[in-house]
């Protein structure tokens, strides 16, 4: 297992869409501004997550405790 897998189970975003028993292709379906290829990026932090990402994410995966989160680690 390379150190950029590990990075990403670390990943609280990674680690919610796990939870919630959903493929990367599966999640961005339930979104409607993210694409596959930005929620991976955000899963192994190559790129800053903006409120509508968490706001899209906490809805998919029915973890609303993720805007809070966010909040309280990232604003």
Do not use: F, W
């Amino acid at each position: 297992m390379g150190s950029q897998q590990v990075d990403q189970e670390k990943n609280i975003y990674y680690r919610l869409r796990k939870e919630a028993n959903m493929t990367r292709a599966r999640a961005v379906d339930e979104m409607d501004t993210i694409s596959e290829r930005r929620l991976e990026s955000l899963e192994y932090g190559e790129t800053d997550v903006q409120p509508a990402d968490v706001i899209e994410m906490a809805k998919a995966y029915k973890h609303p405790e993720l805007c809070n989160y966010y909040c309280s680690h990232e604003c």
